[in-house]
């Protein structure tokens, strides 16, 4: 069984020759092949060889093509901040400037999208018979602040209409960049969607399991899987994203895995986590990851469980 089989099986929730492993390396490959961030971000060349790169090494059966949240939000005219061990942040949100009238879905063309697709086809071609091959999108209601800033949290109470216009929007903004990575050769559209993990039960019910149920079945409609990435502790959370309809859910280290094993099992949804980043990966000595993976392997163990980074 090849790793991408491996991965794939276990979003389809069916019996795996041995779990499956899929290490994050988003930014941290550049380090790999002596870029910092930035330089690593805005070059096509520089994040397929810092991908290859990860492959030779972490002999993963999954990997990221680009873990950047801020692609689509710099197409639509946010400004970054960029930093040299970090993804950019958004420095300006553009509906302070401009009406969500005004602002129009994003090209192939625009701003990072070319780079990141060019990168997303050359990997294919490179190692997507061996490998499972994630694209990397912002989730709705992630890019939904990333547009307006916290005033979003204020109007979700006072004038709910507009931020269901706004989430209507950016979920087409992310069908439509799942539509241009379906056309790459990738496997699995993975919606990346932090800020989920700050709001309540009933404000993610309201506010984003609609669209992210109407995106995760747009997803498989081109073929592909679909996943959902939260980071903090969305423990509250965690079932209503299994009631999204995705093929699987990964979380952080604030998360349960026993907890989130249950949970999504009962919806025969894939559960990928949660190796600790900061006081394991990045502090941790080798045995200690070692022993911290044995861990999780006992606890995830079985259909739907991949191991990864939280």
Sequence with gaps: ??????????????PVDRTPWVPYAGVQAANLIGKDAE?????????????LKAFEMYKPDGLPVAFDLQIEAEALGCDLKWSKQNPPAVASHILSEKSLKELKLPKETDGRYPIVLN??????????????????????FTLALHLMGT???????????????????????????SKMYSKTGIDIIAVVDPMTSQISPRHFKKFVKPYLTDLNRAIKVLGLKATIFCCG??????????QTE??????????????????????KVSFGGNMPLTTIMLFGSPVENIEEAKKELAIGKGLGYILSPG
């Design 1 to 14: 069984m090849t790793g991408k089989e491996r991965v794939l099986k276990a979003l389809s929730f069916e």
């Design 39 to 51: 330089e690593y971000l805005k070059s096509e060349d520089n994040i397929v060889n810092g991908v």
């Design 119 to 140: 990168a997303a086809r050359r990997l294919s071609e490179a190692i997507g018979d061996k490998v499972a091959l994630y694209g990397i999108i912002c989730g709705p």
């Design 151 to 177: 005033e979003i949290f204020t109007k979700m109470i006072e004038e709910p209409d507009e931020i269901f216009e706004l989430m209507e929007f950016c979920t087409e903004i992310a069908k439509d960049f």
């Design 233 to 242: 502790d969305a423990t509250k959370n965690i079932e209503l994203m299994c």
């Design 246 to 267: 995705p093929d699987g859910i990964a979380f952080d280290e604030n998360v349960d895995l026993a907890f989130a094993k249950e949970t999504a099992s009962k919806y």
